[in-house]
Structures are given as C-alpha cells and as structure tokens.
C-alpha cells in the first residue's frame, strides 16, 4: 500500500512540475525550486485536512516529503518550536527562533516573517547540504498551514542553489503558488 502511495506521489509531482515521462529520479540530484513549491503546497494542505495528525507523515524519513536532496519540515511560529522534521528528529519539540545559519541570520525568524505573505515567500540562509557535509546557500520556501486549532504553523522546503537570484524565484512562486493546483496526499 505505501508503495502504491509513493509511486502515485511520484506521478503527481511529475504532473504538477512538468516532469511526466521523465527518467526515474536518482537520490543525489538537487531538488528544484518548482518541486519544493509544489511539495510544500501539497503539504500544507495535507495538514489543512489531517490536522496536527498529519505531523507524523511530516516527520517520517522514509515519506512522501522527503525526495532528492530536499525534504518538508513544519514548525510553529507562535509557540516557537519544530513540529515535523524528517531528517533531524532531534529538533522536534525544540526552540527554533534562536537558530542561526554561519553568517548570524536568524532563519526562523525571518521565515515566520515571510511565510505569512498570501503566496508565501522564501529565504536564503547557509546550511549544511544532505549528504554533502558542507555549508551550501539554501533557498527555502515557506508557506502558512491553514490547520484547525493551530495557529502559526507553517511549511517549509529548501533548494540548494548557487545560481538562482531571489527575484527569480519570486517569478517563478507567482506562476505554481495557487493552493487550489495542489491536492493532499
């Protein structure tokens, strides 16, 4: 059953990013800004219809939110703490505004300020690359999750990407981010 379920997410990536027909991703190729917009809407709704239930599927290494170098992760801006990471459990539960990346800036702080514009937004930040261990510049994309009884939740998935300006990316968010596009899992 889940692996039906996977290979169903793996087609509807496709379909949704424009990739159908395409050669069966390999594990270390970069994840694309189009697939991290594309993830963390269907994410965000999946927990709009799951609710604070939907965190464990989050958190789960082996899930469907976890492809390529990339993986969504949710944390709660008002009560200032992670709520799904599949790839550092250890952060679950724990503070998140004092984070810093190599240069000082506070990602989490300026994630919960973006993450509240209508099509969300991104931010850039230095970060250690899965697999790569190495600091490399990671854009993220991050949007609020409309889920019953909590608020300030959002989602959030990150590229890693020395070429790509902010401005493109802001283009590119215009054109995908309609929350309607993108069914839950």
């Known amino acids: 059953m889940q692996l039906i379920r996977n290979f169903a997410l793996t087609v509807l990536v496709s379909m949704l990013t424009g990739l159908a027909g395409a050669a069966p991703v390999v594990a ?24 604070v239930s939907g965190f464990a599927s989050l958190n789960s290494k082996d899930g469907p939110w976890v492809w390529k170098d990339s993986y969504v992760f949710a944390f ?12 550092r459990p250890d952060l679950v539960g724990r503070p998140i505004m004092q984070i810093t990346d190599n240069n000082g800036k506070f990602i989490f702080k300026e994630m919960c300020k973006v993450g509240t514009q209508a099509r ?18 990671k854009l993220s994309y991050t949007v609020m999750a409309d889920i019953s009884f909590s608020t300030g939740i959002q989602v959030a998935a990150g590229v890693y ?18 929350p309607a596009k993108y069914p839950s899992h």
Do not use: N
């Open 76 to 87: 709660d801006c008002r009560l200032d703490r992670m709520v799904a990471h599949p790839m």
């Open 120 to 137: 969300g937004s991104w931010v850039e930040y230095l970060w250690t690359r899965p697999g790569a261990g190495k600091v490399s510049r």
């Open 28 to 51: 270390d190729e970069a994840a694309t800004a189009e697939e991290a917009i594309t993830h963390v809407w269907s994410a965000a709704k999946f927990l709009q219809d799951k609710g």
């Open 161 to 178: 990407d020395d070429k790509i300006s902010l401005a493109e990316l802001v283009k590119l968010t215009d054109k995908m981010a309609d």
